[in-house]
């Protein structure tokens, strides 16, 4: 008896997800691909090129800045008009176009649905359920809080990573601009890259894993918790700045012991490699590949 192998393939997430994906379902395995990883491109990878345009691979075809802005500029235009306008995921474009621009903005920080529906005229339902949708397309993740309450006023709103540092540039309008070393989108880049990072390759490995984020107030957080199976959790503080000391790794000295076994690090551009207490305080590169 033959056996047939079918691929679905296509840029609708949404569509294959909802709609003849689902009549495979226990006979269909779901693959994604992401942008390429750091060791994907090996040699080719350089960080202030990647937190400024991305790591689409059709990136890496053009060799001006000028280039690659234009494409990331056609990218977004074309994929929202394929993606959102032609199937009509959105009846209401306008809202969702200002959204966009809001959520761009607010890459990496705490979703705060009230105030991004004041922005676009809108309700926070509307707004959650736009945020929903970027999920379905790919466009992101949500990150939520970590669910194990260690204190009572910790934050419990999850925040959102938009799947490539270039797009987001692109639909905050600033991948036209220079990104300034030290500055505060530079810093919030850094963070979506080594997130992303992190949810690709864990992704691409096929093991069941979860990540989350810590927050008691705005001195105190982990950036990332990730969890996997009998692994002890990986408890990560993320820093751009390429000197650091005991002072970056204040979250986790005050509550990575609140995590049993847990394995801390405190993840930089600092090429030296350092020892705070529990917490290893060592280069972004070594730490992904030791982490993974």
């Not at 226990?26 to 040699?43: C, I, K, M």
């Not at 910790?154 to 220079?178: E, H, I, M, N, P």
């Not at 996997?228 to 204040?250: N, Q, T, W, Y």
Request: contains cysteine; proline residues 3%; hydrophobic residues 40%.
């Amino acid at each position: 008896e033959k056996q047939f192998k079918f691929a679905l393939t296509g840029s609708s997430a949404r569509k294959l997800k909802r709609g003849a994906a689902n009549l495979l379902a226990g006979r269909a395995f779901v693959y994604n691909l992401f942008p390429l990883t750091v060791s994907e491109l090996q040699e080719s990878f350089v960080l202030d090129e990647a937190l400024k345009f991305g790591t689409l691979p059709e990136i890496f075809t053009f060799q001006t800045s000028a280039d690659k802005a234009r494409f990331l500029k056609a990218y977004t235009e074309t994929y929202l008009k394929e993606e959102i306008i032609i199937e009509q995921i959105v009846r209401n474009l306008p809202p969702f176009r200002r959204f966009l621009d809001v959520a761009a903005q607010m890459n990496t920080e705490i979703i705060n649905y009230s105030n991004i529906a004041k922005d676009i005229n809108s309700d926070p339902k509307t707004v959650s359920c736009y945020y929903d949708i970027l999920e379905d397309t790919l466009l992101g993740f949500r990150l939520h809080a970590h669910h194990a309450s260690i204190r009572k006023q910790q934050k419990k709103a999850s925040k959102f990573y938009l799947f490539d540092t270039g797009v987001a540039r692109a639909l905050a309008g600033q991948v036209d601009y220079d990104l300034i070393p030290k500055s505060f989108e530079y810093g919030q880049l850094f963070e979506a890259f080594i997130i992303n990072e992190f949810f690709r390759r864990l992704t691409y490995q096929e093991k069941q894993f979860k990540l989350s984020y810590l927050r008691v107030n705005e001195d105190l957080e982990i950036d990332l918790i990730i969890e996997r199976g009998d692994f002890p959790p990986a408890l990560i503080e993320i820093k751009s700045s390429s000197k650091v000391d005991e002072r970056h790794a204040k979250g986790l000295l005050t509550w990575g012991s609140d995590f049993k076994l847990s394995k801390q690090y405190l993840i930089s551009n600092d090429p030296d490699t350092k020892q705070f207490s529990s917490v290893l305080a060592c280069h972004w590169s070594r730490a992904i590949e030791e982490i993974t």
